[in-house]
């Protein structure tokens, strides 16, 4: 017995996924690879972690008044945004570009701003994983947090947004070893001086003035001014935290290079 079929019963359309189910497929396996990366668990959970443990536990760097999980805590919060946003994936995205990962996705339908966009997705499901860590062992410390949470979230959206910005800035326009170097010296010079740990009090005065417009003294002291003074609205240093954003993610889509 013979088959028949008619014809143009099939009627195949070649092309592109549409751009939003392009953008959601390389976010999860963005995220999916970032889980899986033992070096970028080290820098992103472990250290931040480690820190927010010892200087609440051993008095080392004088906060000022009162508990010094109260200071600490959202400090270590701002660096957990930078070490996801900007060194790990600094440093992931120059070694796919190294080994031609990103060579092979340009030649795909994905845009350069739609892979950008993946990556920062992916960014914000590690944050959240390590906020809620970061939190529930801040509260086991004694942590106090109170505030206006929808000025949290946004401080943290906008962190997010400015330090994926700078780290896919760095790395499409440097090598990755130089990506890896620098990327590393940058976390370390920002963990020291941008608030995280020391005040910027202890610095001198006109080091305050310029310590204090970088993204990570904004994110950090922002945190610290609603969940520990209680602040409504931290104006200031949102804005400094949406100059940085537009500046970073405006020249990370115009020099970015795939290979």
């Given at each position: 017995?013979t ?5 143009g ?8 996924a549409?751009?939003t189910r ?9 995220t ?6 033992g ?5 992103t ?9 010892l ?5 080392i ?15 270590v ?8 946003a ?9 070694f ?13 339908p994905?845009?350069r ?8 997705l ?7 994983l390590?906020v ?7 509260l086991a410390?004694?942590w ?12 943290l ?7 994926s ?19 590393n ?9 941008g608030?995280v ?17 970088l993204?990570?003294?904004?994110l950090?002291?922002?945190l ?5 003074h209680?602040?409504a609205?931290?104006?200031g ?14 020249a ?8």
């Amino acid at each position: 017995m013979t088959a028949t079929t008619g014809t143009g019963r099939y009627a195949p359309k070649p092309g592109a996924a549409p751009l939003t189910r392009m953008i959601a497929a390389q976010a999860v396996l963005e995220t999916k690879m970032l889980l899986r990366n033992g070096e970028q668990l080290l820098l992103t959970v472990v250290i931040p972690t480690l820190l927010l443990v010892l200087f609440s536990s051993v008095d080392i760097v004088d906060t000022g008044a009162g508990e010094a999980v109260d200071f600490l805590a959202p400090g270590v919060l701002a660096l957990a945004v930078m070490s996801t946003a900007f060194t790990g994936q600094a440093i992931a995205t120059g070694f796919e570009r190294r080994y031609g990962v990103l060579k092979r996705l340009a030649s795909s339908p994905l845009p350069r701003w739609g892979l950008m966009t993946a990556k920062t997705l992916s960014v914000l499901v590690t944050e959240v994983l390590q906020v809620v860590l970061l939190t529930v062992i801040a509260l086991a410390l004694g942590w106090s947090p109170h505030g206006n949470p929808f000025a949290v979230l946004l401080l943290l959206l906008l962190g997010t947004a400015a330090f994926s910005g700078l780290g896919l800035l760095m790395v499409g326009t440097l090598k990755a070893e130089a990506t890896l170097a620098a990327a590393n010296l940058v976390f370390l010079l920002l963990l020291v001086g941008g608030g995280v740990i020391v005040p910027l009090e202890k610095f001198p005065a006109a080091a305050q003035d310029v310590l204090g417009l970088l993204p990570i003294s904004a994110l950090s002291d922002g945190l610290r001014d609603v969940l520990r003074h209680g602040a409504a609205m931290p104006w200031g240093d949102l804005g400094i935290l949406a100059v940085w954003a537009a500046v970073a993610l405006a020249a990370a889509g115009r020099f970015f290079r795939w290979e």
